[in-house]
T-cell receptor, first 120, second 115 residues
Framework: EAGVAQSPRYKIIEKRQSVAFWCNPISGHATLYWYQQILGQGPKLLIQFQNNGVVDDSQLPKDRFSAERLKGVDSTLKIQPAKLEDSAVYLC??????????????????FGAGSRLTVL | ELKVEQNPLFLSMQEGKNYTIYCNYSTTSDRLYWYRQDPGKSLESLFVLLSNGAVKQEGRLMASLDTKARLSTLHITAAVHDLSATYFCAVAKMNYGGSQGNLIFGKGTKLSVKP
């Protein structure tokens, strides 16, 4: 099966500019996550969708970050305006429906390659 | 609040040696994941541990879970250079009703295996 697709892979912007990242999850995966991974740290959840509804956005800086998943498939994460501390890799992940086993384990999150953002 | 701690954060090993990475977590969960990340790459799923006493092995890596102690270990046997990477453990938050929420990641253990 095709993996989680993300674009762009790299983006360099100046502070106060805006940027958008796109994610296409694995077909049939109802749950989609956006994680932020700052260099040298583990990924931190920004937002979780179940189909097109938000399940958890408690750690999303809503004054500058927004995300949507209008048709329950693709998702877009936007940052406006960007700050220096937003420099990170933005990882999209998707998960199979509850109870469906994927490869060697149930409910495994599959990550995309990530979008690396540098804010100057 | 669920917290996940890994140790050590940095590990330099010689080829052929054995070592263990530890992952402690603060609240009840029965789903623990181990991921591998190579520099500049995304996360690759290694193991999913779903119950107390679960043990899984793949090649030179073996993972185990003790839900009572809230501890998982990743044991490396006879390390080889190809195992050099950063290893993350992640614990699933469990929602009311028992469904799985998001994953809380540790800071990662950067493993370097030298000849």
């Amino acid at each position: 099966e095709a993996g989680v697709a993300q674009s762009p892979r790299y983006k360099i912007i100046e502070k106060r500019q805006s940027v958008a990242f796109w994610c296409n999850p694995i077909s049939g995966h109802a749950t989609l996550y956006w994680y932020q991974q700052i260099l040298g740290q583990g990924p931190k959840l920004l937002i979780q969708f179940q189909n097109n509804g938000v399940v958890d956005d408690s750690q999303l800086p809503k004054d500058r970050f927004s995300a949507e998943r209008l048709k329950g498939v693709d998702s877009t994460l936007k940052i406006q305006p960007a700050k220096l501390e937003d420099s990170a890799v933005y990882l999209c992940a998707s998960r199979s429906p509850r109870g469906q086993r994927v490869m060697s384990g149930a409910n495994v999150l599959t990550f995309g390659a990530g979008s690396r953002l540098t804010v100057l | 609040e669920l917290k996940v701690e890994q140790n050590p954060l940095f590990l330099s090993m010689q080829e052929g040696k054995n070592y263990t990475i530890y992952c402690n977590y603060s609240t009840t969960s029965d789903r623990l994941y181990w991921y591998r990340q190579d520099p500049g790459k995304s996360l690759e799923s290694l193991f999913v541990l779903l119950s107390n006493g679960a043990v899984k092995q793949e090649g030179r890596l073996m993972a185990s879970l003790d839900t009572k102690a809230r501890l998982s270990t990743l044991h490396i046997t006879a390390a080889v250079h190809d195992l050099s990477a950063t290893y993350f453990c992640a614990v699933a938050k469990m929602n009311y009703g028992g469904s799985q929420g998001n994953l809380i990641f540790g800071k990662g253990t950067k493993l370097s295996v030298k000849p």
